[in-house]
């Protein structure tokens, strides 16, 4: 068999990023195999890796060093009746359909989360209908020094929003999923896509939620009603605007600049801690240049 071609590493390359705003990586690669993301490893000193896009704001004068992109990585295999062992670059929204067409449960509360399985993992994405560290076995990753560790779920740190795996490059995870009636799972896929439907800017270009839900007395307080409240929903700078449906999606439309959701982000934080007192914290990922991920 001929040698596959040596991998492409395109240079002032895009970034994809469902804000569809901010600057350009100096280096981008999509490696095929788990041999070619170790020699790229084994290549760069300073590597970001990107999912799906889905919570990430790249600042206008893009990012230096290689941005790496799994999303060739996304095998899906049924290791046992009740175990998928996904690559880190899967999409999350087709394995759960993939999963609601098998009759497997489990995943079905992440539904309408746009993201990769290592993304999702790396933010502990999900929200009142379950957290994606509710299904994690195990989770394979190379270190940045390309060494090659596998964290059975006792050992990562999951909690609201946070896994502790920044400084890893998730390649593969083991999901438990639960063999049952697919009609049940897609019932439940509906209803939660309706409420995401009914709640938040769906069709718009954003990031999801900007802030993280803080803590408040021992409560976790929605982010979005505190802004609301604080009277940011008309708020706009330049192509950026707090969305109207829901106070913690920013919404951008075309020409929007990174710069602009960055100053609104701060207008927003400034309002809150004005009205209540608190400081909210981004849960958006803010790349820029020079600064190490
Ligand atoms: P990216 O945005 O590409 O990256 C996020 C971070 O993960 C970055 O630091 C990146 O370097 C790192 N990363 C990605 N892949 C890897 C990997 N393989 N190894 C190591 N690091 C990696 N989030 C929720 O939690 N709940 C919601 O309900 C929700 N709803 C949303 C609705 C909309 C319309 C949108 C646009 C977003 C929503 N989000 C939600 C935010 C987003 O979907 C999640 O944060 C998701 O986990 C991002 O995954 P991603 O693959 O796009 O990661
Ligand atoms: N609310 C308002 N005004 C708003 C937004 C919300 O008053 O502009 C009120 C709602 O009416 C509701 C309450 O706040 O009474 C909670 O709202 P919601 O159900 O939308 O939940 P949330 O806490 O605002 C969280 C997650 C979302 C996730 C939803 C649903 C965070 C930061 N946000 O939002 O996750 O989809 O629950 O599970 O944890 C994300 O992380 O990107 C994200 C979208």
Redesign the pocket.
């Known amino acids: 068999m001929p040698a596959a071609p040596p991998i492409t590493i395109e240079k002032d390359a895009a970034i994809p990023t469902w804000f569809r705003v901010g600057g350009r990586a100096d280096a981008l690669a999509t490696p095929r195999t788990l041999d070619e993301l170790r020699a790229l490893v084994a290549r760069y000193e300073t590597i970001r890796v990107l999912g799906d896009g889905a919570?990430l704001l790249v600042h206008d004068d893009g990012v230096d060093g290689l941005v790496l992109s799994l999303s060739h990585i996304n095998n899906v295999e049924r290791v046992e009746d009740d175990l998928l062992r996904v690559g880190a670059g899967a999409n999350l929204p087709k394995l759960i359909t993939h999963t609601a067409r098998e009759g497997l449960a489990g995943l079905e509360g992440l539904t309408g989360i746009p993201a990769t399985v290592g993304g999702a993992i790396v933010m502990n994405a999900g929200?009142?209908?379950g957290e994606i560290c509710e299904s994690v076995l195990a989770v394979c990753a190379l270190t940045r020094d390309g060494e090659e560790v596998t964290l059975p779920r006792d050992q990562i740190d999951f909690s609201y929003?946070h896994s502790g795996l920044d400084q890893l490059i998730i390649t593969t995870v083991d999901l438990r999923v639960r063999p049952c009636d697919p009609d049940a799972v897609r019932r439940r896929v509906k209803e939660v896509m309706a409420y995401?439907s009914r709640?938040?800017p769906m069709a718009e270009k954003s990031a999801?939620?900007v802030?993280?839900?803080p803590t408040l007395d021992t409560e976790r307080v929605?982010?979005?009603?505190l802004?609301?409240e604080a009277g940011c929903k008309e708020l706009a700078v330049g192509a950026a605007q707090v969305s109207d449906v829901?106070?913690?999606f920013i919404t951008t439309t075309p020409y929007a600049r990174a710069a602009d959701i960055l100053k609104l982000i701060d207008q927003v934080r400034d309002r809150v801690r004005a009205h209540i007192g608190v400081e909210l914290e981004t849960?958006l990922r803010i790349w820029r240049r020079g600064e190490t991920p």
Do not use: L, M, P
Request: hydrophobic share 25%.
């Open positions: 919570n929200g009142a209908f929003r995401k709640t938040q999801g939620c802030f993280k839900n929605s982010a979005g009603r802004i609301d829901h106070a913690n849960e």
